[in-house]
């Protein structure tokens, strides 16, 4: 599909998306993809989310319409006759396609949509369920469900085991990122000090609460340093989405790195798009977070730097399909950290290799360009299924009444 076609497939049409989270990580940063996928193909974009949450705030940035919810939203059957304006506000919208990226919000929805036949509901699911929904209540909530969509192809078995859905409501779309133009030969990093120096980049999502979860890697980086590996020495370039003048952790967090001795060593990087940060270092740390493999880890892949992150069934199968492209560790394990950062930094011309063979394919899996035909693709294919759906529906009763006769 040509980028022309794209942008007139939804005109006239409204999306709602519901974004219903105060924290800022994949599952945001995709929610914000699709309403701009949707606004670029023509559909006029609504945003249901929290007034004063950084995903409203990145929204209204991106010129993205936000529709704000009133105090907490209930998830228990017993107060879901509080969500009663929701069906309201699709009708008043005239919304034609909802998008949901939260279990909890998902079953509310499929139970307040069941009234509006012609609406597909899709959801995006960005983790592994923990829980299983295959108890007989849940049935006839899971049959409202449209499409459910698939960052990893890998999850299939998983939501196959904990939600009963056939596969033909199960699509797998990739991350739809871009990858990142390597900067000008003669652009400075913002964070090298010296050509004699191996870089280990890093990213805070710049609204952490504590540094708790960063004195793992400060105690491998310190053991790091006192090491050395090949006759050089390290530059840890912590990157900070929010940038270190917005963030509540910047005095604590410079304090922690002068009494781990490691002011030489660790550079706070003013820098709020990762994906360029990426492209300056020698290899990207994943911090352990509430997603099983970080959409960030996967665009150093893009960049063609290899990756050491917490090690979960998605990693696994990312270097069991693409070969020696980065390492695993235990979360909360400093030893292996430092031990697979250095393997990875020993051998760093075998990984780079395996990276540039695995470049095209990781490209075609998780690029945007196939996102981007994909998910206008699904979009299409499910509003004329309701329709016909809706059509047949109509026909049925039709018949009914008339054979009651």
């Not at 939804?10 to 999306?15: I, M, P, V």
């Not at 999850?155 to 859905?165: A, K, P």
């Not at 699509?171 to 990093?189: E, R, S, Y």
């Not at 299409?380 to 009651?404: C, D, G, N, P």
Request: hydrophobic share 40%.
């Amino acid at each position: 599909m040509s980028i022309s076609q794209a942008i007139k497939s939804f005109a006239g049409l409204n999306f709602l998306y519901l974004g219903l989270s105060h924290r800022w990580g994949s599952e945001e940063r995709s929610i914000l993809k699709d309403c701009l996928l949707a606004q670029a193909s023509g559909a006029k974009v609504y945003l249901y989310t929290y007034k004063s949450s950084v995903l409203a705030m990145r929204a209204q940035a991106l010129g993205i319409e936000c529709l704000f919810h009133q105090g907490k939203f209930v998830t228990k059957f017993y107060k879901w006759h509080k969500l009663r304006k929701l069906p309201k506000l699709l009708i008043e919208k005239n919304i034609s396609v909802v998008h949901c990226y939260d279990i909890k919000v998902l079953w509310p929805l499929c139970f307040l949509m069941r009234r509006l036949p012609l609406v597909p509901l899709v959801f995006t699911l960005t983790t592994e369920l923990r829980k299983y929904y295959r108890s007989f209540w849940y049935k006839p909530l899971i049959e409202r469900i449209d499409q459910v969509l698939l960052p990893m192809a890998e999850m299939v078995d998983n939501v196959w085991g904990h939600l009963g859905i056939p596969p033909r409501k199960i699509d797998f779309v990739g991350l739809g990122l871009l990858p990142q133009i390597k900067k000008d030969n003669h652009q400075t990093p913002p964070f090298r000090f010296t050509d004699k120096r191996w870089y280990i980049g890093t990213n805070l999502n710049g609204i952490e609460t504590n540094t708790q979860f960063l004195t793992t890697t400060f105690h491998a980086f310190r053991v790091m340093v006192e090491k050395g590996l090949d006759g050089k020495n390290y530059t840890f370039a912590l990157c900070n989405e929010r940038g270190w003048g917005n963030s509540v952790l910047t005095g604590e967090l410079r304090r922690q790195v002068k009494d781990w001795g490691l002011e030489e060593h660790v550079a706070f990087v003013d820098e709020t798009d990762v994906a360029k940060h990426q492209l300056d270092v020698d290899l990207w740390l994943g911090l352990g977070r509430r997603e099983d493999l970080e959409d960030y880890a996967i665009q150093a892949l893009l960049a063609g730097k290899p990756i050491c992150v917490p090690r979960t069934a998605f990693s696994m199968e990312i270097f069991r399909t693409y070969g020696f492209v980065g390492e695993t560790y235990m979360r909360h394990d400093s030893r292996e950290i430092r031990i697979k950062c250095e393997t990875i930094l020993r051998n760093l011309s075998t990984y780079e290799k395996s990276l540039h063979k695995s470049h095209q394919a990781l490209r075609e899996t998780y690029g945007y360009s196939s996102y981007r035909a994909g998910m206008v693709k699904i979009y299409k294919k499910l509003l004329s299924r309701r329709k016909r759906l809706w059509r047949a529906r109509q026909k049925k009763a039709k018949f009914t009444k008339l054979f009651k006769k």
